[in-house]
């Protein structure tokens, strides 16, 4: 695609210029090798599947790596120095994670395995205790998967049922409605996300919080599509759990977050049993550790959580504020570009009200159509429903096609995208029209 395409002709939306200059963004791509290699069509790559996953950068790479080089051991075990080593490193990369998200302090982060289990950790300890039959744990209808399937589970086990709140025409939450249903079926736990992962659709999460709050009700906020593009402070958010995972924030898979108040996890059973969360063991029973070993048994991921720090300082390194002003320029590039092309339905409210997501349809072309042909063009987005298939039930669709923006893509990737469905869109109706000659009606 060169730059004498129709699109960028009738339009250029570089004009909306972002929070890095050209400069910035040179050298912050220089940091992720990944960036710089040619898809199998043999383009150069846009990766615009960022919600799902985000790319490491070499301060990652190189912490992790360093782990394994030089100092690796068990930790908390050993009095050798490996261990003690590793020790150290792993519980300075809680504490690095606890002032990232401004904890209280780093005995409320738990590292697990990833954002769902973080939930499921809160829904098999928290849930089992505090919730019975006819308790209400109130979830919004745009919630992940993970957010959703572990409260359907507390729900079998104890009897207690899940209630989704309504979402408008404009893809967005009135606060009427979900103070009338707080008020109205005083739910014992809100669960909601802090950015949906389909629509972009950021929800007031300290208001939210408060409100909660009010009604007697305890807070869980996946703050997964949140927490890599905005700076989080859990203090002033008044949340009393919130949850993130390593992967999306530049760091590596198989680490994730659980942050709760002190006095919370305190009252919390212990979940996984085993080594590491016990304070001592007999044949008659056993006594956990307190916070954060009571709730992390066995081998914990030692250099992915070194990796998730280096990802975090990488983040403050950058400002998550300026990282959030460049995605909202990239999101608002596509997204106006997206709504004035005729036979495109931009699922999701206007970029003002939406981090850098755009998820979208093509009429007459399916969301695997769309994502498979734009890769062959060197664009990865992904395509499906998103482990949201409640919403996407509401929204009477099978699956739509989702962009979505991070700190290391360049407004031209948000153009080279639109021309991009500018000729799917020419292919599929071509196509089609082609069709309709071989088999008139």
């Not at 919600?51 to 930790?75: G, K, W």
């Not at 954002?115 to 109130?138: E, K, P, Q, Y």
Request: hydrophobic share 40%; aromatic share 8%; charged share 20%.
């Amino acid at each position: 695609m060169g730059s004498q395409s129709p699109l960028v002709e009738k339009k250029s939306y570089l004009k909306d210029t972002t929070a890095f200059t050209i400069s910035e963004l040179d050298q912050i791509r220089e940091q992720f090798p990944i960036l710089g290699r040619l898809t199998a069509s043999g383009a150069p790559l846009a990766f615009l599947d960022n919600a799902a996953s985000t790319q490491r950068p070499l301060a990652v790479i190189d912490a992790m790596s360093d782990c394994f080089r030089r100092y690796y051991a068990n930790v908390h075990r050993g009095i050798h120095t490996l261990s003690e080593e590793s020790t150290a490193a792993y519980e300075q990369a809680r504490r690095t994670v606890a002032e990232f998200i401004n904890a209280a302090s780093d005995r409320e982060v738990i590292f697990t395995a990833g954002a769902t289990a973080s939930i499921n950790t809160v829904a098999r300890t928290w849930g089992d205790a505090n919730l019975g039959r006819g308790d209400v744990i109130l979830a919004t209808i745009a919630e992940h998967h993970a957010n959703i399937v572990p409260w359907h589970q507390l729900a079998e086990r104890t009897g207690c049922k899940v209630v989704f709140l309504p979402i408008t025409s404009e893809y967005t939450f009135d606060d009427t409605v979900v103070k009338d249903h707080l008020a109205r079926l005083q739910p014992k736990l809100f669960a909601f996300t802090a950015v949906s992962n389909v629509l972009g659709t950021k929800t007031p999460v300290r208001r939210w919080a408060q409100l909660a709050k009010s009604f007697g009700a305890v807070t869980l906020v996946d703050a997964s599509q949140a927490t890599p593009h905005e700076p989080i402070d859990v203090q002033s958010l008044d949340t009393d759990f919130l949850v993130f995972g390593g992967h999306k924030m530049c760091g590596p898979t198989g680490i994730g977050v659980l942050h709760g108040k002190q006095q919370l996890l305190e009252d919390m059973p212990a979940f996984l049993g085993g080594g590491g969360m016990i304070l001592r063991v007999t044949t008659e029973g056993f006594e956990p550790a307190e916070l954060p070993d009571k709730f992390e048994a066995g081998t914990p991921p030692i250099a992915e959580a070194i990796g998730l720090a280096a990802a975090a300082n990488f983040l403050t390194g950058l400002g998550l504020e300026r990282i959030a002003a460049h995605e909202h320029a990239l999101c608002k590039i596509a997204d106006q570009g997206l709504r004035e092309m005729q036979g495109v339905e931009v699922i999701g409210p206007d970029a003002s009200q939406k981090g850098g997501i755009v998820s979208f349809s093509i009429d007459g072309v399916h969301a695997h159509d769309i994502a498979q042909e734009l890769d062959h063009l060197g664009i990865a987005v992904r395509a499906g429903h998103h482990c949201t298939m409640p919403l996407h039930r509401w929204m009477k669709k099978t699956s739509t096609t989702r962009a979505s923006f991070y700190l290391y893509n360049r407004p031209q990737e948000a153009e080279r995208f639109l021309e991009a469905i500018e000729l799917v869109k020419t292919k599929f109706t071509r196509s089609g029209r082609r069709r309709r000659q071989r088999n008139p009606q």
